[in-house]
């Protein structure tokens, strides 16, 4: 059932006032059923003592035989004032027949004459309504109250009945109800005072944690190098209590989310380089291009030369683009082919190709009796292949030994050159990464490297790189087929 929208601002909205209105309210349900409890057992009790004292005292202040001869009497001067012929004061005797005829009176409280009330007909029929019944009944008399009445036949057909008011019954429950509304008052004050202490108490720690939250979202995160270091205190991370695994699970969160900023970070200073260092590699070849255009239209014998010029430069162009759109379509996640592809043969025809290209550098291929064999593209994976070799290359003097590889798992290409220097090792595979002077022969735009990880991680593999001086290994793993 839907709560009026009026309503809704008047329920309790904070934990604590709800952990505290849970408790008050228990406390007074458990109030009211243990006082609803006492209060029919009290009553129950009483009216049994009542019936008790109506068996006990039926047969006492009637006369013999007779019909409505009641024998009231003004009581001795010095006889007891609560108390005539064996009933209290307040008790109702009287001698009637089933059809309500007969006569009746009220032990008054007074002395003489006062002593004696006698029942109206309208009384005596309310209490021929008992007689003929085995137990005591409630009766209500008109002018008296609420008596419980019990009947005792006589021998000629009369009935003895006597009646006791109820009226100190309902006054003591009255009373004790009073005391249960008071008692369960101060109960639920009690509860809702002690309540709030110790919820405001236990949930201290809860606010801490909300605390390390809210500075943390004050924290300037839109960009730049962010430094979180708000994190929830070990004594609140605790995860066999339910703060401490609200405080585990933030300080998780904290941890995966100043990653995240850090890894963001550095890919808007990639970025950042990225560009800069693409705009760098191809300022210089459109600056060679238009030199020796202007070369070419000052100084028409110098054409040839000029347009060679261009031509080489263009080409360097396009091997810059076509690398970097490459990168772009691979960072993006556009799927390659994925087929059979004889590593095998692409290892032999890449490594065959290096022979005919640089015949000063030693080139050993090894490869296992069985023809290896993995799914992806195979233009991609020769492209990886070359780019492997082509660094080799590059980045060693003539009559190095370069060996490759294959295995299981892909394949390895080994030189024994000087090695990567020990601080450029761990960035090889960034873009535009380029290796020392002293261990360069001829200069490159720094993609061959980190197009041949983005490749085999298009394909699912790894590419793991150990280097150290006449020991260097670049390791490519390729999912089996």
Do not use: C
Not at 152 to 165: C, I
Not at 239 to 255: C, H, K, P, S, Y
């Amino acid at each position: 059932m839907r709560l009026a929208p009026h309503l809704s601002p008047r329920l309790p909205r904070t934990l604590s006032a709800r952990l505290v209105a849970v408790a008050v309210l228990l406390v007074a349900v458990t109030a009211v059923l243990i006082g609803t409890a006492t209060t029919l057992a009290m009553r129950s009790q009483l009216g049994q003592q009542l019936d008790e004292e109506l068996q006990s005292s039926i047969g006492r202040g009637f006369d013999g035989p007779g019909r409505g001869q009641l024998p009231i009497q003004p009581p001795d001067q010095d006889g007891d004032d609560r108390e005539f012929l064996g009933q209290r004061y307040g008790s109702v005797l009287a001698q009637v027949t089933e059809d309500g005829s007969g006569g009746g009176a009220v032990i008054a409280g007074g002395r003489g004459s006062d002593l004696r009330q006698d029942l109206d007909a309208e009384q005596l029929a309310a209490l021929a309504d008992v007689v003929g019944r085995k137990g005591a009944e409630t009766v209500e008399l008109p002018g008296l109250g609420t008596y419980r009445a019990l009947a005792q036949e006589r021998s000629d057909g009369v009935y003895d009945v006597l009646a006791l008011p109820m009226s100190e019954v309902d006054e003591t429950i009255e009373d004790l109800v009073r005391l249960e509304l008071l008692a369960t008052l101060l109960g639920v004050l009690a509860a809702a005072g002690v309540g709030l202490v110790v919820v405001r108490r236990q949930l201290a720690p809860l606010r801490e944690v909300a605390d390390t939250a809210h500075r943390v979202a004050e924290l300037p995160l839109a960009s730049g190098e962010i430094e979180m270091t708000e994190r929830v205190p070990d004594r609140l991370t605790d995860e066999r209590t339910e703060i401490g695994q609200v405080g585990a699970a933030l300080n998780a969160m904290l941890d995966h989310v100043e990653a995240s900023l850090d890894q963001r970070h550095r890919s808007e200073q990639q970025v950042r380089q990225f560009v800069a260092d693409a705009s760098h590699e191809l300022r210089t070849p459109l600056a060679t291009i238009a030199g020796y255009t202007e070369l070419a239209r000052s100084r028409p014998e110098t054409t040839g030369t000029a347009l060679d010029k261009v031509e080489t430069e263009s080409a360097r162009m396009t091997g810059l683009v076509e690398d970097l759109l490459l990168l772009a379509r691979l960072d993006s996640g556009r799927p390659l082919e994925r087929e059979p592809v004889d590593l095998s043969r692409l290892l032999l025809e890449a490594v065959n190709d290096a022979r005919v290209v640089d015949a000063d550098h030693q080139w050993r291929l090894s490869l296992p009796d069985a023809p290896l064999t993995v799914t992806g593209d195979a233009a991609r994976l020769h492209q990886v292949v070359t780019n492997l070799l082509t660094n080799a290359r590059k980045y060693t003097p003539p009559g190095s030994t370069v060996t490759v590889t294959g295995t299981a798992a892909g394949f390895t290409v080994h030189d024994d050159g000087p090695g990567f220097p020990a601080d450029l090792a761990p960035r090889a595979f960034e873009r535009f990464t380029r290796g020392d002077a002293a261990r360069t022969r001829a200069g490159g735009a720094g993609l061959g490297l980190s197009l041949v990880e983005a490749i085999v991680a298009a394909h699912g593999g790894t590419v793991d790189l150990v280097s150290a001086p006449s020991d260097t290994t670049i390791t490519v793993t390729l999912p089996p087929t």
